[in-house]
Every structure is written in structure tokens, then in C-alpha cells.
Nanobody, 112 residues
Framework: EVQLVESGGGLVQAGGSLRLSCAAS????????MSWVRQAPGKGLEWVSN????????RYADSVKGRFIISRDNAKNTVYLQMNALKPEDTAVYYC?????RGQGTQVTVSS
């Protein structure tokens, strides 16, 4: 079964940090670019970041640039999102995505 499972979300105060993980299974993880997207309450999906499959290059939305870091470990079939200097406006459900499937999401709540 093609699957992505996120973890690492939670409640954090503004200025804090969280590290999200996304474990992939059922497909050749190293062959695919991976992305993180998020959905804030009452809003649509927002692209956050992506990382290419090889000699990885990364891109970030302006809203998170300089605060978030995406990385991947192909040996562990896992992609990460290190989130620093979190703001209340970062509150959202965060989803890991590939061209094949999207995970179920993990809730991140940032209190002011």
C-alpha cells in the first residue's frame, strides 16, 4: 500500500520549534520529489516547501523562508520539516505529499 504517515505535530508557544516527520512506504521514495503543504482553519491548502529527489534542492514559501528547513533521508524513506521561530499564523494541519499520495496530516498549533 502506498502510504505517507506524518508525525511530530503538537501545541507549542510562539517562538518555539517543532520537527515534523513523514514516513513513506509502498513506493520508491528516493525517486520522487516530496513536499509539505498546510491547511489553516477555514482556509485552502498552502504549499510550504519541497525537496527534490536527488542532490536535493529545496524551495520554500515566502511565509516560512528562513524559519523552516526541509530535509530527507532516503535510507529511512523519511522526509522532515524543521520548524523554528513558529508564529500563531503557522497553526494548521500539515500534510506530507508526493506525486502519488498525500498523508493524513498532523496538527500544529502555535499559541501566542
Amino acid at each position: 500500500e502506498v502510504q505517507l504517515v506524518e508525525s511530530g505535530g503538537g501545541l507549542v508557544q510562539a517562538g518555539g520549534s517543532l520537527r515534523l516527520s513523514c514516513a513513506a512506504s509502498g513506493f520508491s521514495f528516493s525517486r520522487y520529489d516530496m513536499s509539505w503543504v498546510r491547511q489553516a482553519p477555514g482556509k485552502g491548502l498552502e504549499w510550504v516547501s519541497n525537496i527534490t529527489r536527488g542532490s536535493p534542492s529545496t524551495r520554500y514559501a515566502d511565509s516560512v523562508k528562513g524559519r523552516f528547513i526541509i530535509s530527507r533521508d532516503n535510507a529511512k524513506n523519511t522526509v522532515y520539516l524543521q520548524m523554528n521561530a513558529l508564529k500563531p499564523e503557522d497553526t494548521a494541519v500539515y500534510y506530507c505529499t508526493s506525486p502519488l499520495v498525500r498523508g493524513q496530516g498532523t496538527q500544529v498549533t502555535v499559541s501566542s
